[in-house]
Structure formats: structure tokens, C-alpha cells
């Protein structure tokens, strides 16, 4: 093992080599470096994000101090871009951190494409106006690449530019994720298995067919694997019911009799490993149906030159299941299977049975790609076999996030979706209609609420705000409570150091995931209120 591998082996362990090369080879911008903001960067440091670049104008103050743990009593005075960058990059020599000491606007004002050198754009501590414009130009740069023509993104390719929108004031956290289109092979479910028990094929049949049931070795006959238990007593079940399956619970129970009854003894733990497999087996194997909407979604469909990997292996997906010859009408097999009682040699031949099935389905595909890829005039075995292997195996599983723009949010909201998400008397989604009408707030005051002299004054100018915004929606303006309102008056505007390293710890959670394209990232808006230690996601 490699320094590297050593250095990086726990996280390897969730997101593989794949996934570690795609972070070292994302830049990462932060627009202000605010507590939250540094805490996010934190996160993404220590695992080896590629590069950083720190945009603020601001010099270190007091109040920075308090609630920033990157900054110390040193940086007084001096460019908080500059001493979080210097700071931060101590965490990590494999990182390289770059500042600039200016403001997000003035850049964008000399370089309207400054932002899409970026993975992710991170905006902390920034009005409402200012984060409609970076959410535009980001979106822009991310649909520009979704007619770059790999997967995975490559330095050669166009970068999509992801924007995550982060606030902290006083007890409550938020964060906006915006992405036009983010696919997801690698989901990591808990289970890839697919055992076919249901529709086996020749070659499983024959294999089930090879043990002796009525042996006399008891310990040959304990160590049966229950996947050819199962295949057997399936079997009889069809015979003795027209070819089909048990479809309810009454049957389910009937199979798992079955099984039971062929115990020698209490002893025989394969056989309970079958009866307790028996409610999944029984479970028709088919296309799930939001795999079947994938296949069906118009980029699988019409494609084109400029189509992502993603959609031409959806496309050679679709193919293969509806060729019937070749597929059964069945997505490829996984060809993962789980452990379970049995000899070694016969645990390793039903293994290698299954992986076999599963590399033929890769070749068929493969050879359907490689026809697609001529069709657009692209270069045959421009897509991997390690990526089309990949796609095979979690296609049960694949994902596709279309996310709304910040545009969409402000100029199209789902009033329908807030009101009975403000209906929840536990929800603390009123803190989202806070949060809107405090951006109102500074647009005609040019501070946030409680930030002025009195806080307490600001309570009925932030409420009327809160009201008119509930009326724009058509929703009941008692529906957020004036003590809310009191509350985001009398928190000032405040960073609290733990709420912004809890934030700091979920953004940069979801910033992996959408980096790596693995696990599933959220959609869209997190908030989070301190003071119950209460969470919810919403697709505003």
C-alpha cells in the first residue's frame, strides 16, 4: 500500500479510486469566508479536494474572531481570504489553496466566465440578488455541459459548475443545491444482488440440478447453498401451480412450509437461509418502473453527438431489454451474489456461473454501444469497458436528479407544495418564509433584520414582509407563527460557530456526492433548526 492509499484508506473505502480521483480533480470556489464557509472548505480539504480559491473582500474583525475558528487573533486586520486560504491549507499538503481578495461582482464585471473554471461555486454571507446571479451563471455552465461527452468529467472536457447557497443566521442553517441534470450510476444500494430464482437461466438450472437432496452425508447436505434450495422447491411450486410464482402471503407462507419440511435437523442453517430469502425470491423479476421511466426519458431516447455516456449506456440498456432473445426482457444481471452457507468449490462455482451470465449481458451491451457510438459519429470504444461494466451493474439502480434553478424557485414557486409543507405544525419550513422575507428586509433596509440598534423593532416591518410574501403564494398568513418572526429579528444576523460546523459538515457531505456522482445528494433546499435539533429536505 501506496502513502496515498494509507493516507486516504478510510474514505476509499466509501467512494473507491474513482471516486477519490474526481475530488482531486475538482476546484472548488468559496465566495466569503464565513464560519460556515470555512468549516465547508474544512471538509473538503481534509479529503483531498483538488484545488480551492477564496473570493472576499473583507478584512478580519472582531466578530470574526468569535465565531470562526479559521481565523485567530493574528488575522485581525488583515484579507480574511488570504488567512483562510493559508489557514486552511495547513490541513492538507495535497491541496492547493488560491485567494482572492476582491469582490464576486467586480470579477464577474471584468470576466463574465470566471465561474466556470469551478466543479462547485459556494456562496456564504451573500444578499439574495447576488446569489440570483451566480445561481444563473452557474446553471448556464452546467447545462453547457451536459453536451460534454463524458461521464465522468475530465480535464478535457467541460465542467459542470454546481451551486450550493449556504446561510446561518443564529439557530437556523440552510443550504440551495442548484444542477440542471445530475446523474447517478454508483448509488451504493444496500443490495445488488439479483438472483433470478424466479426466471433462472440454463446454466443455473443445471447447476441447481448437480446437489444430491437425498444424500446421506449430513454434512454435504448442510451446506447445499439455499440459493439451489430455493431454485428447487420454486420449481415444484410451478410445476404444481400452472408456472407460477407464490403472489400472496398465504402462498409465500405455504413455500417457506415447504422448505421448512425438507430440514433434517435444526442444525441445517442453509435451509434457513432460504426461508428467510423466500418473501425477496418471490418478488417477479422485472424492469422497476422508475428504471423503465429512465429509459423512457427523451435524452434516452434522442440522441445525438453531444449526448453524456450516461444516456448512450441508457440507451444500450433499453436495447438489450427489449431484445427478448438476448435479455428475456430483463435489465443485465449484477452478478454480485451474497454470502451464505456452503463448500467452498460450490459457493465459488455458483459465484462464477453468475458473473459469467453477467459478463455476457456486458458484452451485448457493449457491442450495442459500440453500434450507437458509429450511428453518432463517434470513435467505437470511446466508452470504457470499466464504465460500461459499471453501468450493467447498478442499472436497477440508477438515478437522475433534475433539479430546479434559484430562477425557477423565485418566479415559479409550487404554492401547492408550500402550503402543505407550512400545514405541518412540527415543519420547520416556516423558517425558509423567514429566511425570504428577511432578503426582502435588506432590500429596503439595507441590513438584515435585528442587525440596527433595537431588534425588536424590526419585528412588525420583517412580519408584514412575511405576510406579503404568503399572500404572492395564496396561502393563509397565519401560517408563520410572529414568534418565528421574533426569533430571526433577535438572532441579528449572528453566525454560531456549532451551527455553522454542523452545516459546514452537511454541504460538504452533498458536495462529495454530487462531485463524485456516487451516493444520492439531496434535492434541493436543507434546512436545519438548532434549537429543536430538527432537519427536513424540500424541492422548492
Known amino acids: 500500500m501506496d502513502a496515498k492509499t494509507q493516507k486516504y484508506d478510510r474514505q476509499l473505502r466509501l467512494w473507491g479510486s474513482s471516486g477519490q480521483e474526481a475530488l482531486e480533480s475538482a476546484h472548488i470556489l ?5 464560519a460556515v464557509g470555512c468549516e465547508i472548505l474544512k471538509n473538503l480539504v481534509l479529503p483531498g479536494i483538488g484545488h480551492f480559491t477564496v473570493v472576499d473582500q473583507g478584512t478580519v474583525v472582531q466578530s470574526d474572531i468569535g465565531s470562526n475558528f479559521f481565523l485567530d487573533s493574528e488575522s485581525l486586520g488583515k484579507s480574511r481570504a488570504e488567512r483562510a486560504c493559508e489557514l486552511l491549507g495547513e490541513l492538507n499538503e495535497d491541496v492547493q489553496g488560491h485567494w482572492v481578495a476582491k469582490d464576486i461582482i467586480s ?44 461521464h465522468n468529467s475530465s480535464p478535457a472536457g467541460k465542467k459542470e459548475t454546481m451551486f450550493v447557497w449556504v446561510k446561518t443566521v443564529g439557530l437556523v442553517g440552510t443550504a440551495r443545491f442548484a444542477v440542471p441534470e445530475h446523474t447517478i450510476v454508483e448509488t451504493h444500494p444496500d443490495n445488488v444482488a439479483d438472483l433470478r430464482i424466479d426466471t433462472p437461466f440454463p446454466e443455473l438450472v443445471t447447476y441447481a440440478k448437480s446437489f444430491d437432496f437425498n444424500t446421506q452425508d449430513s454434512l454435504e447436505f448442510g451446506h447445499i447453498p439455499y440459493v439451489a434450495i430455493l431454485l428447487k422447491y420454486m420449481e415444484e411450486w410451478k410445476q404444481e401451480h400452472g408456472g407460477e410464482i407464490p403472489s400472496t402471503y398465504a402462498e409465500k407462507n405455504q413455500l417457506k412450509a415447504n422448505i421448512r419440511a425438507g430440514m433434517r435437523s435444526a442444525d441445517d442453517e442453509n435451509f434457513d437461509e432460504a426461508i428467510d430469502s423466500v418473501l425477496r425470491s418471490c418478488q ?108 450493467c451493474k447498478y442499472s436497477a439502480f ?50 438584515y433584520p435585528g442587525e440596527g440598534e433595537n431588534w425588536e423593532e424590526d419585528v412588525d416591518p420583517l412580519h408584514t414582509n412575511v405576510t406579503t410574501l404568503l399572500q404572492s403564494w395564496g396561502i393563509d398568513t397565519d401560517a408563520v ?52 435539533s430538527v432537519s427536513a429536505v424540500f424541492a422548492v
Open 284 to 391: 417477479p423479476t422485472v424492469v422497476p418502473n422508475d428504471i423503465k421511466d429512465l429509459l423512457k426519458d427523451p435524452k434516452c431516447e434522442n440522441l445525438t453527438a453531444e449526448s453524456t455516456n450516461f444516456w448512450i449506456l441508457a440507451r444500450a440498456v433499453r436495447d438489450f431489454v427489449n431484445d427478448q432473445e438476448k435479455s428475456a426482457g430483463l435489465l443485465p444481471l449484477s452478478g454480485t451474489i451474497p454470502d451464505m452457507k456452503a463448500q467452498t468449490n460450490s459457493y465459488v462455482t455458483l459465484q462464477s456461473i453468475y458473473k459469467a451470465k453477467a459478463k455476457r449481458d456486458v458484452q451485448e451491451i457493449s457491442k450495442i454501444v459500440d453500434t450507437l457510438l458509429e450511428s453518432l459519429g463517434l470513435a467505437s470504444g470511446s466508452i470504457s469497458h470499466q464504465e460500461i461494466e459499471s453501468f
Open 398 to 447: 440508477l438515478r437522475v436528479i433534475r433539479y430546479r434553478s434559484i430562477e425557477q424557485e423565485y418566479h415559479q414557486p409550487k404554492t401547492t407544495q408550500i402550503a402543505s409543507w407550512l400545514s405541518d405544525p412540527d415543519s420547520v419550513f416556516p423558517y425558509y418564509v423567514l429566511l425570504r422575507a428577511s432578503d426582502t428586509f435588506y432590500d429596503d433596509h439595507g441590513r
Open 30 to 34: 468559496l465566495i466569503n469566508a464565513t
Open 107 to 150: 470579477i464577474l464585471a471584468e470576466n463574465p466566465r470566471y465561474l466556470a473554471q469551478f466543479s462547485m461555486v459556494i456562496a456564504t454571507d451573500v444578499t439574495r440578488q447576488t446569489a440570483e446571479k451566480l445561481g444563473a451563471l452557474c446553471w448556464v455552465n452546467g447545462q453547457d455541459a451536459t453536451i460534454d461527452n463524458e
Open 481 to 532: 407563527s410572529k414568534d418565528v418572526t421574533h426569533e430571526i429579528c433577535r438572532f441579528g444576523n449572528g453566525a454560531i460557530h456549532n451551527i455553522a460546523s454542523f452545516m459546514g459538515g452537511v454541504v460538504s457531505q452533498e458536495t462529495i456526492k454530487l462531485i463524485t456522482r456516487q451516493y444520492i445528494p439531496l434535492n434541493n433546499t436543507f434546512i436545519f433548526d438548532g434549537a429543536r
